[in-house]
């Protein structure tokens, strides 16, 4: 508990806060006007208080919205799948070679949400029947990649590895500009 005296010449305010953070104002000889003053002071704090944390929480479900609709270009979806060391494919082989499923499957995760994006997008060149259906199989290839992770069934893994594999040189032909 916090017990204070806080001088108003020439008048004397006592605050008093206790353990449920209720402050407790005793003024001496009619410092009503102080009073009046902190407790309206007090009453906008605790309010912008509580704006500033509403207003957090409506950042945070706008940053979740934003990542649930990201739209990735193809070329975007193909470096982070992979492309380099970082590669979300190549990372999703070498722990799945090592049956390491657990650091095999957040990647998988990532690698099937951009892989159903690839549908939906323009192709750079060729004909649109022809992404339809490679683009369409690529996303089917990493979902079932991802779903093999999460089941840990190395087999199943490796045949959809195979299947994302084999898959580039058709689609590249027909559409990589």
Same mark, same amino acid.
């Given at each position: 508990?916090?017990?204070?005296?806080?001088?108003? #010449?020439?008048?004397?305010?006592?605050?008093?806060?206790?353990? !449920?953070?209720?402050?407790?104002?005793?003024? #001496? =000889?009619?410092?009503?006007m102080l009073r009046k003053l902190l407790k309206v002071t007090l009453a906008g704090s605790i309010g912008?208080?509580?704006?500033?944390?509403? =207003?957090? +929480?409506?950042?945070?479900?706008?940053?979740?919205? %934003?990542?649930?609709?990201?739209?990735?270009?193809?070329? =975007?979806?193909?470096?982070?799948?992979?492309?380099?060391?970082?590669?979300?494919?190549?990372?999703? =082989?070498?722990?799945?070679?090592?049956?390491?499923? @657990?650091?095999?499957? @957040? &990647?998988?995760? +990532?690698?099937?949400?951009?892989?159903?994006?690839?549908?939906?997008?323009?192709? &750079?060149?060729?004909? !649109?029947?022809?992404? @339809?259906?490679?683009?369409? %199989?690529?996303?089917?290839?990493?979902?079932?990649?991802?779903?093999?992770? +999460?089941?840990?069934?190395?087999?199943?893994?490796?045949?959809?590895?195979?299947?994302?594999?084999?898959?580039?040189?058709?689609?590249?032909?027909?559409?990589? &500009?």
């Amino acid at each position: 508990m916090l017990d204070r005296w806080v001088w108003c #010449s020439p008048f004397a305010v006592r605050v008093t806060v206790t353990r !449920a953070a209720t402050v407790w104002l005793r003024v #001496s =000889q009619g410092c009503s006007m102080l009073r009046k003053l902190l407790k309206v002071t007090l009453a906008g704090s605790i309010g912008m208080l509580a704006l500033v944390l509403a =207003q957090t +929480e409506t950042v945070k479900a706008d940053d979740k919205d %934003k990542k649930a609709d990201k739209k990735l270009t193809t070329k =975007q979806i193909m470096g982070i799948g992979h492309k380099g060391a970082d590669a979300l494919f190549g990372k999703v =082989q070498t722990a799945v070679k090592a049956k390491k499923w @657990e650091d095999a499957v @957040e &990647p998988a995760k +990532e690698l099937a949400a951009n892989g159903s994006l690839f549908p939906k997008a323009t192709p &750079p060149k060729g004909d !649109a029947k022809s992404w @339809e259906d490679l683009a369409g %199989k690529y996303a089917d290839n990493t979902k079932a990649l991802s779903d093999a992770v +999460e089941k840990k069934d190395a087999d199943a893994a490796a045949k959809a590895g195979k299947a994302i594999g084999s898959s580039c040189g058709a689609c590249h032909k027909a559409h990589k &500009p």
